[in-house]
């Protein structure tokens, strides 16, 4: 969602894209999907299977929220719901977690993306 931000912002401004604001992008979201990569791994190999959905939901919003130095305001208050979905997810028991995985990447995007398009439709003008 964030690279199709910066290409958008991007092309409504005529800059390049092989540059700076996708670098920057790159660099702050990669550590937390990094640590999420690690963790599933660890969380896995150590039969803690209820807190992998926890840990995604946490540091994919971790990631936003960094991300969002590189983008706009509404990734980081993306990125904070997923922190708090996460955090939710943990606390819940097996049952629910699935449900905090479809509301966070499914519902969360899906509700951002339409007011991420509602924000920018007043700029085509």
């Known amino acids: ?28 979201l990669a550590p937390s999907i990094g640590a999420g990569l690690v963790m599933t791994a660890v ?28 983008t706009t305001r509404i990734i980081a208050t993306l990125g904070a719901l997923f922190i708090l979905f996460g955090l939710l997810a943990l606390l819940l028991g097996d049952d629910l977690q699935i449900l905090m995985l479809g509301a966070g ?12 398009r509602r924000m920018s439709h007043g700029r085509e003008a």
């Open 105 to 116: 990447f499914g519902g969360l995007h899906i509700v951002f993306g339409f007011l991420i």
């Open 43 to 70: 969380h896995w190999y150590g039969g803690n299977l209820h807190a992998i959905p926890g840990t995604w939901l946490l540091l994919y919003g971790c990631a936003l929220v960094a991300a969002s130095a590189a």
């Open 1 to 28: 969602m964030g690279s199709i931000l910066i290409v958008r912002e991007s092309s409504l401004r005529d800059l390049r894209l092989a540059g700076t604001p996708l670098h920057k992008f790159a660099l702050c």
